[in-house]
């Protein structure tokens, strides 16, 4: 299990993609519309071969027939960091590692990549969300591959959490990633970036 990626969620996209643009000094990219979840998303590559998400409600899209990933029908206030996505290459044995509740397979596509992720029947990870979200891709390229350069590079993402010694117990049972630390506090995500404008941070 590997980090993959970032989401950061809004109200809307536009404040979404507003939030990544003013903290980072970075552009992103033209994304697309999800199927299933009936949510839309702004892109950024990095250089440690993740990307950033920016995503939202797609307010045109009918209601979708479950509640959507990322909790994202509860969402509301300002945009924010909050969540973190893993990549599985062996979908059935990492769910069985982590904790219960995970969620199960979803096979989902936007244009040419297709993939599956684990989303929980209510939208709600484990751990209020803290808990990352498992996808695996089934296309030949990676989407960080896909994305120009933005001169950015993950430093760190900080999970904090009251239970974080429980959660950081689970995760680490298959993901080892030194960039990835878990504090006991109150619940919150932080991501600190080199960007080309000095150390930024979501």
């Given at each position: 299990?590997?980090?993959?990626h970032?989401?950061v969620?809004?109200?809307?996209?536009?404040?979404?993609?507003?939030?990544?643009?003013?903290?980072?000094g970075v552009?992103?990219?033209?994304g697309?519309?999800h199927a299933?979840?009936?949510?839309?998303?702004?892109l950024m590559?990095l250089?440690?071969?993740?990307?950033?998400e920016a995503?939202?409600?797609?307010?045109?899209?009918?209601?979708?027939d479950?509640?959507?990933?990322?909790?994202l029908?509860?969402?509301?206030?300002?945009?924010?960091?909050?969540?973190?996505?893993?990549?599985?290459d062996a979908?059935?044995?990492?769910?069985?590692?982590l904790?219960?509740?995970i969620?199960?397979?979803v096979?989902?596509?936007?244009?040419d990549?297709?993939?599956?992720?684990?989303?929980?029947?209510?939208g709600?990870?484990p751990?209020?969300?803290?808990?990352?979200?498992?996808?695996?891709?089934q296309?030949?390229?990676?989407?960080?591959?896909?994305?120009?350069?933005?001169g950015?590079?993950?430093?760190?993402?900080?999970?904090?959490?009251?239970?974080?010694?429980?959660?950081?117990?689970?995760?680490?049972?298959?993901?080892?990633?030194v960039?990835?630390?878990?504090?006991v506090?109150?619940?919150?995500?932080?991501?600190?970036?080199?960007?080309?404008?000095g150390?930024?941070?979501?």
């Amino acid at each position: 299990m590997l980090l993959d990626h970032l989401a950061v969620s809004g109200e809307t996209l536009e404040q979404a993609q507003s939030y990544v643009e003013d903290a980072l000094g970075v552009s992103m990219q033209s994304g697309g519309e999800h199927a299933v979840f009936h949510t839309h998303n702004k892109l950024m590559g990095l250089d440690d071969g993740l990307y950033l998400e920016a995503i939202a409600i797609n307010p045109d899209a009918p209601n979708p027939d479950r509640p959507r990933w990322f909790d994202l029908d509860r969402f509301s206030g300002s945009p924010r960091l909050s969540n973190w996505i893993c990549r599985s290459d062996a979908l059935e044995e990492d769910i069985a590692l982590l904790p219960e509740g995970i969620g199960e397979a979803v096979a989902l596509q936007r244009g040419d990549l297709r993939w599956q992720m684990v989303v929980p029947a209510s939208g709600v990870l484990p751990f209020n969300n803290q808990c990352p979200a498992l996808i695996q891709w089934q296309t030949a390229k990676h989407p960080a591959e896909m994305l120009p350069p933005s001169g950015c590079r993950m430093r760190r993402l900080v999970i904090a959490h009251p239970q974080a010694k429980e959660l950081e117990t689970a995760v680490k049972k298959a993901l080892t990633d030194v960039r990835v630390v878990f504090e006991v506090g109150s619940q919150d995500l932080m991501a600190e970036f080199d960007t080309p404008h000095g150390i930024r941070r979501l």
